[in-house]
């Protein structure tokens, strides 16, 4: 077997080798940066950068007993991640927050009780916004500047007047282990493993042991293949224009070719407004 190989690898390698140089890449004078990076994004799903960077994120807590065993698994690895709280969460456990920050994480608005905005009047979504920034700045000392809909739900227009008002880049991601659906530890580690590129926003929930479980390996095969782990704010800091397109290179990463992208009408890839089991 060994023989057959080699003379597989060199039979690959003939042609290869025997191969003229390379052709000089072909001049693409002055093609347009994409649009999205003129100005600043309002929200992201991903955000294009030069580097192995990727961000962590975990909703719905803090959960008293999960979100501490959490960040001592994020202290081992050295990890910086941002944390979509719940507002009537902080205020029974500002003191998880407090450590959170204290620890080199952020933190983000995820509403007040964790309706789908997107059908909601403005009055009310900016009630779950306002009580929950309120709780923050209460429990840390400084307002966020992220916020998180739940369930992904919100409008283009919810998306403009919420950026205005409280001034919030608003965060969706691009990698979804549907860990809420609690599928196992291996399962969840496994699905963000294969999904995340550099540049991705991954979710997952601070609520659920097995999400707990699965971070250990997650953490250790993403960073063995080299990911560094930064806050939502680092990464979008990090930001670069899109590159332009090639020629050809289209519908190579379908789904996760990380970007900068002001997120779409849509939401892309989430469950807009599933039925309420997706936390
Ligand atoms: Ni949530």
Redesign the pocket.
């Known amino acids: 077997m060994v023989g057959a190989a080699s003379s597989i690898v060199l039979w690959l390698a003939g042609p290869l080798a025997g191969q003229p140089p390379s052709a000089p890449p072909t001049t693409s004078p002055s093609i347009p940066v994409a649009k999205a990076v003129e100005t600043p994004a309002i929200g992201y799903s991903a955000v294009h950068v030069d580097g192995p960077f990727v961000a962590m994120t975990f909703?719905?807590g803090p959960s008293e007993k999960l979100t501490p065993e959490l960040l001592d698994i994020l202290a081992q690895h050295h990890i910086h991640a941002t944390f979509?709280v719940?507002g009537r969460n902080v205020v029974e456990h500002p003191e998880i927050l407090r450590r959170a920050v204290r620890e080199g994480h952020e933190i983000g608005n995820?509403?007040w009780s964790?309706p789908a905005f997107g059908k909601m009047r403005d009055e009310s979504v900016r009630a779950e916004l306002q009580k929950t920034d309120d709780a923050i700045r209460t429990a840390i000392g400084v307002r966020p500047v992220l916020m998180?809909p739940?369930?992904g739900s919100i409008t283009a227009r919810q998306k403009k007047w919420i950026n205005s008002e409280f001034g919030y880049r608003i965060i969706l991601w691009d990698v979804d282990p549907l860990d809420?659906k609690r599928p196992g530890p291996a399962v969840v580690t496994s699905r963000i493993v294969r999904e995340t590129r550099p540049g991705s926003i991954i979710l997952s929930?601070d609520i659920h042991p097995g999400t707990i479980k699965a971070m250990p390996d997650t953490f250790d095969q993403l960073q063995a293949k080299g990911f560094k782990f930064v806050t939502i704010s680092e990464l979008i800091a990090m930001g670069k224009p899109m590159p332009p397109k090639e020629p050809g290179t289209e519908g190579l990463k379908p789904v996760s070719s990380p970007s900068v992208m002001p997120i779409p009408q849509q939401v892309p890839g989430a469950s807009p407004v599933p039925g309420l089991a997706?936390?």
């Open positions: 909703d719905d979509f719940i995820h509403s964790h998180r739940p369930y809420w929930h997706n936390p």
